[in-house]
């Protein structure tokens, strides 16, 4: 099989964006990378041509739907909250691997698996972390906010991965930079407490 090194590239691009976007949210890349074959003739692995179809759309338009509401519903927020590390492992996989079509089965999905997934559980850790931190800091009051900016960080990176793949994965690169940063100072923050508390502990 001879690859084009060139095609393969900027492919690659677009799976890690919409892999990035898919730690936000699950289905709204999902849903642009169907768009995306539908309309702007976005070139995917032909097993899962089928996104394209009337009936996908169908479905991850209501999916998406129900996703980005559900956020804003507190028991359906905390489900959602339970099951979007998962499943944003599989998508981002999905989404890099399915862009890679023109490559061994192994190297495809390895690489879906490797980059995809490991690209959007990353972005999904740090969601997480700050979704915490509003609900410890504010009672709860903030998480509306916080669901609105993922919502819109997640349809913005999955559009420029189709449209600017190369502006896109720029920005991948450096949110995925900020999250590890974020994480480890809030890691330190912990450890700090959990020390002082140890302390206090022992004094008394």
Known sequence: MEINYLQTGLALCVGVSLAAACGFRVFVPLLVMALGVRLWGLQI????????SDAALACLGAATLVELLGYYIPV????LDGIAGPAALVAGAVVTGGMLGNLPDWLQWGTGIIAG??????????TT???????????GLANPIVSTAENVFSAIGAVLAVVAPLIAVVGAVILIFLTVISLRKILSIIKKRKAAAAAAAAAA
């Open 45 to 52: 692995d032909e097993n899962l041509a089928w996104v394209g």
């Open 76 to 79: 359906v927020d905390n489900f």
């Open 117 to 126: 997934a490991g690209v959007a559980g990353t972005v999904q850790l740090g």
């Open 129 to 139: 972390a700050v979704r915490a931190t509003s609900t410890t800091t504010s009672a």
